[in-house]
């Protein structure tokens, strides 16, 4: 209701010739929504580092593909990775996903961490 009478109050406005004052009012209602998003854009562009981490929620069964940008990501941290042995435990652990967990045992097991 309080809307509707916003609206009808802006349209008498503008026929009453304050289009400036209109005009300005509407780009201080928005801007707080405006800000409001680039806020959250601001801190969700941050995340975006750590997008390589992403094949650690199992919502497939991982590859080495998967894995090999996290990797690079450590070694760029300062972080020393054995990569032979590295690479044996993620064929291991694929192994593990493909052989003993159902796809639904995998989702359930997922959806509880």
């Known amino acids: 209701m309080y809307v509707l ?3 009808r109050h802006i349209a008498q406005k503008l026929t009453e010739g304050y289009k ?7 780009t ?8 409001c998003l680039e806020y959250l854009n601001k801190w969700m562009k941050q995340l975006e580092e750590f997008s390589c981490f992403k094949w650690m929620s ?9 894995v090999e940008p996290c990797v690079e990501y450590l070694i760029s941290r300062g972080i020393h990775i054995d990569h032979a042995k590295c690479f044996d435990q993620v064929c ?7 052989c ?3 796809d639904e ?3 359930n097991c997922t959806a509880n961490a």
């Open 28 to 35: 201080e209602v928005a801007n707080p929504y405006e800000r």
């Open 105 to 107: 045992e995998l989702t």
């Open 58 to 66: 199992l919502s497939e069964i991982p590859s080495w593909g998967d």
């Open 92 to 98: 291991n652990f694929k192994m593990f996903v493909e």
């Open 100 to 102: 003993c967990l159902s």
């Open 20 to 26: 400036d004052e209109v005009e300005k009012f509407l």
């Open 5 to 7: 009478e916003v609206k």
